[in-house]
Structures are given as structure tokens and as C-alpha cells.
């Protein structure tokens, strides 16, 4: 039996806390059960791109989320979801930003839908607005709701049911150690 393949939707798999989150479960799970593949907002080949095909993951691109280029990423994302429709689980980590791929992954017929927030919003910029409105939308697009922490969950779903899911850090990385020390 093939194992079911969930779309892990990020920016890149650089070195960062999403992607070491994602890794820490990709190299515990049961890969005969369950495969993760990566959708990547960056055309570049990333920190663990190489682990993730030695584990048997797939890797593909498309375009940044660019709210002046809107229709091209909507093509794009359609484009790939009508090419690869076997998904059956969309797992997206790009906080509020994730109404955007979730929303086509919705339209293409994927049944399970996940959000995920990794963060709270501080201060604003240019791309506020953006946020405020994908957060707005964002409940119409997903099945199920992960957060980091209360906070982080509190700020994305304001109110609505999702469950918590902290970051494991592995503590045995930061045993003081006279020897290298």
C-alpha cells in the first residue's frame, strides 16, 4: 500500500523554526504510512532539499506571493494542483498568507485543509493590510486549524476551535558541556 502524501505548503526550506519543525516530524514519522512533499515559494535549492529526496519527499516550486502578480500565483498554484490531484491532505505554513493556496487547494477538491500559525502579527508595514484582509478570509479556506502556541492560535483564528501543537525543541542540544565549552 502507498502511503499517503501530504503537501507541506512553506516559503522555503532554509534553516528556520518552520522548517526544522517540519524536519524534526519528517525524520520521526512513518514514511511507509505517510510521505511529505514540499510546495515552495522560492525557486532555489534550500538547506534540506537534499535530506527531503533522500527521505523520499517530493520538492516543487512556484512563485512568491506577490499581491501585485495576484492572477500569475493563482495560475500557477491551480497549474500544479490540477497536475499533481492526488493530494488528499494540504498542510500550509504561511500563517495568515495561507488563504491563498489553501483557497485553490479548496477549489481543486483537496478534503483536508490545514492551517497553521507560527506567529503573531507585531507592528505593521507594508504588507498589513494584506494580512488583515487573509486573515479575514482565511476560516472560509481550511478544515482543520494548528497553532505554536495560545497566542499564535488566538491571533489567526480569533476565537475559532484549533488544536495546539507546540515546536518539539530537543533540550539535549543545549546540555552544558565543560568540554566545549
Known amino acids: 500500500m502507498k502511503p499517503i502524501r501530504v503537501l507541506q505548503i512553506v516559503t522555503s526550506m532554509r534553516m528556520g523554526g518552520i522548517e526544522s519543525f517540519l524536519m524534526s516530524h519528517y525524520r520521526c514519522i512513518d514514511r511507509t504510512q505517510v510521505q511529505f512533499d514540499f510546495l515552495k515559494h522560492r525557486d532555489s535549492h534550500d538547506l534540506f532539499d537534499d535530506e527531503i529526496l533522500s527521505l523520499g519527499g517530493h520538492i516543487y516550486s512556484v512563485s512568491r506571493i506577490n499581491p501585485l502578480r495576484q492572477c500569475r500565483y493563482d495560475r500557477e498554484v491551480r497549474r500544479f494542483f490540477q497536475t499533481h490531484n ?20 479548496k477549489e ?16 505593521l508595514d507594508f504588507r ?25 492560535g ?22 552544558p558541556n565543560a568540554g566545549v565549552r
Not at 478534503?111 to 500559525?117: L, M
Not at 494584506?130 to 479575514?136: D, S, V
Not at 501543537?165 to 539535549?172: S, Y
Open 108 to 123: 481543486a477538491g483537496v478534503p483536508v485543509c490545514i492551517s497553521h500559525a507560527h506567529t503573531v502579527m507585531k507592528g
Open 86 to 105: 492526488t493530494y488528499k491532505i494540504v498542510h500550509s505554513h504561511l500563517n495568515t498568507f495561507s488563504a491563498f493556496p489553501l483557497k485553490i487547494a
Open 154 to 175: 488566538e491571533w489567526m483564528f480569533r476565537g475559532r476551535p484549533y488544536q495546539l501543537w507546540p515546536h518539539p525543541i530537543d533540550t539535549r542540544l543545549f546540555t
Open 128 to 152: 498589513t493590510p494584506f494580512r488583515l484582509y487573509t486573515k479575514a478570509v482565511l476560516p472560509r479556506y481550511y478544515t482543520d486549524a494548528f497553532a505554536c502556541s495560545e497566542a499564535a
